[in-house]
Protein backbone atom coordinates (compact mmCIF):
# COMPACT_ATOMS: atom_id res chain seq x y z
CA UNK A 1 0.00 0.00 0.00
CA UNK A 2 1.69 3.25 -1.24
CA UNK A 3 1.78 5.72 2.00
CA UNK A 4 0.97 8.95 0.34
CA UNK A 5 1.04 11.53 3.31
CA UNK A 6 5.02 10.44 3.97
CA UNK A 7 7.38 13.28 3.25
CA UNK A 8 10.31 11.83 4.44
CA UNK A 9 11.83 8.14 4.15
CA UNK A 10 15.95 8.38 6.24
CA UNK A 11 17.67 5.40 6.03
CA UNK A 12 19.81 6.16 9.24
CA UNK A 13 22.76 4.27 9.51
CA UNK A 14 24.12 5.02 12.90
CA UNK A 15 22.36 6.11 16.78
CA UNK A 16 23.68 9.70 16.36
CA UNK A 17 21.30 9.98 13.01
CA UNK A 18 18.46 7.62 14.50
CA UNK A 19 18.53 9.99 17.55
CA UNK A 20 18.40 12.96 15.38
CA UNK A 21 15.40 11.31 13.16
CA UNK A 22 13.21 10.07 15.74
CA UNK A 23 12.81 12.51 18.95
CA UNK A 24 9.18 10.77 19.33
CA UNK A 25 6.82 13.06 17.21
CA UNK A 26 3.76 11.21 16.29
CA UNK A 27 4.51 11.80 12.76
CA UNK A 28 7.35 9.76 12.66
CA UNK A 29 7.72 6.02 12.67
CA UNK A 30 10.31 4.03 12.52
CA UNK A 31 10.11 1.20 10.00
CA UNK A 32 12.66 -2.40 9.54
CA UNK A 33 10.83 -4.89 6.92
CA UNK A 34 7.51 -2.62 6.62
CA UNK A 35 5.60 -5.78 6.31
CA UNK A 36 2.51 -4.17 9.00
CA UNK A 37 2.93 -0.62 8.14
CA UNK A 38 2.78 -0.31 4.55
CA UNK A 39 -0.23 -2.59 4.76
CA UNK A 40 -2.80 -0.29 5.98
CA UNK A 41 -3.02 3.29 5.86
CA UNK A 42 -1.39 5.55 8.20
CA UNK A 43 -2.82 8.91 7.12
CA UNK A 44 -1.02 10.06 10.22
CA UNK A 45 2.97 9.57 9.25
CA UNK A 46 5.12 12.57 7.48
CA UNK A 47 8.59 10.96 8.32
CA UNK A 48 9.73 6.89 8.39
CA UNK A 49 12.77 6.03 9.57
CA UNK A 50 14.54 2.43 8.17
CA UNK A 51 16.85 0.97 10.72
CA UNK A 52 17.61 -2.10 8.66
CA UNK A 53 20.69 0.52 6.96
CA UNK A 54 22.33 0.16 10.72
CA UNK A 55 23.94 -2.43 9.79
CA UNK A 56 22.94 -4.81 12.93
CA UNK A 57 23.90 -8.43 12.72
CA UNK A 58 20.86 -10.62 12.52
CA UNK A 59 21.55 -12.78 15.72
CA UNK A 60 24.80 -14.14 17.61
CA UNK A 61 25.46 -17.13 19.62
CA UNK A 62 27.03 -16.62 23.08
CA UNK A 63 27.38 -18.72 26.38
CA UNK A 64 24.86 -16.79 27.77
CA UNK A 65 22.25 -17.01 24.83
CA UNK A 66 21.03 -16.05 21.90
CA UNK A 67 20.49 -11.91 20.83
CA UNK A 68 18.36 -11.68 17.90
CA UNK A 69 18.83 -8.20 16.63
CA UNK A 70 14.91 -6.33 16.09
CA UNK A 71 16.39 -6.12 12.35
CA UNK A 72 16.52 -9.93 12.00
CA UNK A 73 14.37 -11.67 9.13
CA UNK A 74 11.85 -13.53 10.83
CA UNK A 75 13.07 -16.41 8.11
CA UNK A 76 16.24 -16.62 9.28
CA UNK A 77 15.25 -18.28 13.11
CA UNK A 78 14.62 -21.05 11.06
CA UNK A 79 18.28 -21.42 10.12
CA UNK A 80 20.35 -21.22 13.38
CA UNK A 81 22.49 -24.00 14.16
CA UNK A 82 21.46 -24.11 17.94
CA UNK A 83 24.37 -25.39 20.01
CA UNK A 84 23.53 -29.29 21.32
CA UNK A 85 22.33 -28.38 24.43
CA UNK A 86 19.76 -25.93 23.50
CA UNK A 87 16.67 -28.42 22.79
CA UNK A 88 13.98 -25.67 22.30
CA UNK A 89 14.78 -25.19 18.42
CA UNK A 90 11.50 -26.66 16.97
CA UNK A 91 10.26 -23.81 18.80
CA UNK A 92 11.75 -21.42 16.46
CA UNK A 93 10.41 -23.52 13.42
CA UNK A 94 6.74 -23.39 15.15
CA UNK A 95 6.06 -19.86 15.86
CA UNK A 96 8.10 -18.83 12.23
CA UNK A 97 5.44 -20.80 10.71
CA UNK A 98 2.94 -19.62 13.21
CA UNK A 99 2.96 -16.38 11.15
CA UNK A 100 0.01 -15.70 8.45
CA UNK A 101 2.93 -15.04 5.72
CA UNK A 102 4.59 -16.56 2.97
CA UNK A 103 8.54 -17.38 2.77
CA UNK A 104 8.71 -13.83 0.52
CA UNK A 105 7.10 -12.20 3.68
CA UNK A 106 9.32 -14.07 6.37
CA UNK A 107 12.31 -13.31 4.12
CA UNK A 108 11.59 -9.26 5.04
CA UNK A 109 9.73 -8.92 7.91
CA UNK A 110 11.44 -8.34 11.30
CA UNK A 111 11.56 -9.97 14.81
CA UNK A 112 11.35 -6.25 16.35
CA UNK A 113 8.67 -5.11 13.70
CA UNK A 114 6.33 -8.04 15.06
CA UNK A 115 6.89 -7.02 18.59
CA UNK A 116 6.44 -3.90 18.34
CA UNK A 117 3.07 -4.28 16.23
CA UNK A 118 1.71 -5.62 19.18
CA UNK A 119 -0.67 -7.95 17.88
CA UNK A 120 -1.89 -10.21 19.81
CA UNK A 121 -1.30 -12.88 17.45
CA UNK A 122 2.08 -11.78 16.92
CA UNK A 123 4.52 -14.86 16.58
CA UNK A 124 7.77 -13.62 17.53
CA UNK A 125 5.76 -12.14 20.75
CA UNK A 126 4.49 -15.77 21.10
CA UNK A 127 7.97 -16.99 20.61
CA UNK A 128 10.44 -14.78 22.43
CA UNK A 129 7.64 -14.42 25.63
CA UNK A 130 8.12 -18.21 26.13
CA UNK A 131 11.56 -18.51 26.34
CA UNK A 132 11.99 -15.21 28.71
CA UNK A 133 13.15 -12.73 26.05
CA UNK A 134 14.36 -9.44 27.52
CA UNK A 135 14.47 -6.34 24.96
CA UNK A 136 17.48 -3.92 25.24
CA UNK A 137 15.32 -0.93 24.35
CA UNK A 138 17.45 2.42 22.71
CA UNK A 139 16.26 5.47 24.47
CA UNK A 140 16.25 9.11 22.74
CA UNK A 141 18.47 10.78 24.95
CA UNK A 142 21.05 8.08 24.46
CA UNK A 143 20.38 5.72 27.18
CA UNK A 144 19.47 2.16 27.49
CA UNK A 145 16.63 0.18 29.25
CA UNK A 146 15.64 -3.98 29.30
CA UNK A 147 12.37 -5.12 29.84
CA UNK A 148 11.15 -8.74 29.29
CA UNK A 149 8.89 -8.93 26.11
CA UNK A 150 6.09 -10.43 28.18
CA UNK A 151 5.90 -6.76 29.71
CA UNK A 152 6.85 -4.40 26.62
CA UNK A 153 3.98 -5.76 24.64
CA UNK A 154 0.90 -4.07 26.90
CA UNK A 155 -2.27 -4.58 24.90
CA UNK A 156 -3.44 -5.03 21.11
CA UNK A 157 -1.44 -2.43 19.19
CA UNK A 158 -0.20 -1.16 22.83
CA UNK A 159 3.47 -1.34 23.80
CA UNK A 160 5.42 0.14 26.81
CA UNK A 161 7.66 1.78 24.93
CA UNK A 162 8.18 5.30 24.80
CA UNK A 163 8.18 8.10 22.63
CA UNK A 164 11.57 8.37 20.53
CA UNK A 165 12.65 4.71 22.29
CA UNK A 166 13.66 1.91 19.67
CA UNK A 167 13.68 -1.98 20.38
CA UNK A 168 17.40 -2.66 19.71
CA UNK A 169 17.60 -6.70 20.32
CA UNK A 170 15.92 -9.26 22.56
CA UNK A 171 17.98 -11.69 24.51
CA UNK A 172 17.23 -15.06 24.55
CA UNK A 173 19.02 -16.51 28.04
CA UNK A 174 20.35 -20.11 27.59
CA UNK A 175 18.98 -21.94 30.15
CA UNK A 176 15.58 -21.26 28.56
CA UNK A 177 16.62 -22.12 25.43
CA UNK A 178 17.96 -25.66 26.51
CA UNK A 179 14.71 -26.07 27.87
CA UNK A 180 12.08 -28.55 26.17
CA UNK A 181 9.15 -27.24 24.78
CA UNK A 182 5.49 -28.24 23.80
CA UNK A 183 3.43 -26.32 21.08
CA UNK A 184 -0.41 -25.99 21.01
CA UNK A 185 -1.94 -23.22 18.07
CA UNK A 186 -5.58 -22.90 16.39
CA UNK A 187 -6.89 -20.60 14.07
CA UNK A 188 -10.28 -20.19 11.93
CA UNK A 189 -9.12 -20.88 8.95
CA UNK A 190 -5.85 -23.74 7.91
CA UNK A 191 -3.92 -20.91 6.77
CA UNK A 192 -5.67 -18.05 8.92
CA UNK A 193 -3.80 -15.50 11.85
CA UNK A 194 -3.60 -17.62 15.04
CA UNK A 195 -6.56 -17.16 17.60
CA UNK A 196 -4.97 -19.16 20.30
CA UNK A 197 -1.15 -19.96 20.79
CA UNK A 198 -0.06 -21.91 23.83
CA UNK A 199 3.62 -22.84 25.13
CA UNK A 200 4.85 -24.87 27.71
CA UNK A 201 8.52 -24.96 28.99
CA UNK A 202 10.33 -27.27 31.13
CA UNK A 203 13.52 -25.98 31.99
CA UNK A 204 16.55 -27.95 33.30
CA UNK A 205 16.11 -27.61 36.44
CA UNK A 206 12.27 -28.92 36.19
CA UNK A 207 10.71 -25.27 36.29
CA UNK A 208 7.66 -25.10 34.27
CA UNK A 209 6.39 -22.32 32.66
CA UNK A 210 3.59 -21.86 30.07
CA UNK A 211 2.38 -19.26 27.54
CA UNK A 212 -0.38 -17.78 26.16
CA UNK A 213 -0.92 -15.66 23.44
CA UNK A 214 -3.42 -14.94 20.64
CA UNK A 215 -6.29 -15.10 22.61
CA UNK A 216 -5.67 -12.68 25.16
CA UNK A 217 -5.00 -9.33 24.01
CA UNK A 218 -1.20 -9.37 26.03
CA UNK A 219 1.05 -12.26 26.96
CA UNK A 220 0.22 -14.26 30.04
CA UNK A 221 2.83 -16.02 31.34
CA UNK A 222 2.63 -18.68 34.72
CA UNK A 223 5.58 -20.13 36.16
CA UNK A 224 5.95 -22.95 38.43
CA UNK A 225 8.92 -24.29 40.60
CA UNK A 226 7.97 -27.94 40.30
CA UNK A 227 5.61 -29.88 37.95
CA UNK A 228 2.23 -29.06 38.11
CA UNK A 229 -0.89 -31.00 37.32
CA UNK A 230 -2.38 -29.95 34.17
CA UNK A 231 -6.30 -29.27 35.93
CA UNK A 232 -4.08 -27.05 38.01
CA UNK A 233 -3.09 -24.62 35.40
CA UNK A 234 -5.70 -24.11 33.61
CA UNK A 235 -7.71 -23.51 36.20
CA UNK A 236 -5.11 -20.66 37.05
CA UNK A 237 -5.01 -19.27 33.26
CA UNK A 238 -8.53 -19.04 33.18
CA UNK A 239 -8.71 -17.27 36.84
CA UNK A 240 -5.61 -15.21 35.40
CA UNK A 241 -7.40 -14.28 32.55
CA UNK A 242 -10.84 -13.84 33.50
CA UNK A 243 -9.95 -11.69 36.69
CA UNK A 244 -7.22 -9.47 34.09
CA UNK A 245 -6.86 -8.78 30.30
CA UNK A 246 -9.77 -10.39 29.19
CA UNK A 247 -10.04 -12.68 26.29
CA UNK A 248 -9.61 -11.37 22.65
CA UNK A 249 -12.86 -10.94 20.71
CA UNK A 250 -12.30 -10.11 17.01
CA UNK A 251 -13.21 -11.66 13.44
CA UNK A 252 -10.17 -14.42 14.05
CA UNK A 253 -12.20 -15.89 16.88
CA UNK A 254 -14.82 -15.08 19.36
CA UNK A 255 -13.72 -14.91 23.38
CA UNK A 256 -15.57 -18.12 24.36
CA UNK A 257 -13.96 -20.27 21.59
CA UNK A 258 -10.58 -19.02 22.76
CA UNK A 259 -11.53 -19.79 26.10
CA UNK A 260 -11.91 -23.20 25.09
CA UNK A 261 -9.36 -23.78 22.41
CA UNK A 262 -6.98 -22.41 25.21
CA UNK A 263 -7.74 -24.37 28.27
CA UNK A 264 -7.54 -27.95 26.09
CA UNK A 265 -4.00 -26.46 25.07
CA UNK A 266 -3.20 -25.42 28.03
CA UNK A 267 -3.52 -29.02 29.30
CA UNK A 268 -2.35 -30.91 26.85
CA UNK A 269 0.93 -28.97 27.11
CA UNK A 270 1.39 -29.55 30.27
CA UNK A 271 0.39 -33.20 30.23
CA UNK A 272 3.09 -33.44 27.48
CA UNK A 273 6.17 -31.90 29.27
CA UNK A 274 5.04 -33.68 32.85
Known amino acids: MDLNTVE ?15 TGDAATAVVAGGTWIFSVPQPHLRTL ?7 WEPYSITGDGLRLAATCPVGVLETIRFPAAWRSRPLLRQCVRALLASYK ?12 AALPAGAMTSLTVALDGVGEVWAPDGG ?40 RRVSLARLGRSATLVVGRR ?8 TVTASTPRPVVLRYDAPPTASAVAAEVEHVVEAGVGWFD ?25
Not at 149 to 160: E, F, Q, W
Not at 254 to 271: K, M, N, Q, S, Y
Open 49 to 55: VDVTSMG
Open 8 to 22: TYAAVTNRAELQRMH
Open 144 to 183: VRHLPVADLVTGDNRTDLRPGEVLRAVDLPAHALSATTAF
Open 105 to 116: VRAVATVGGNIC
Open 203 to 210: DPDGRVVV
Open 250 to 274: DVHGAPDWRRGTTLRFVREVVEELT
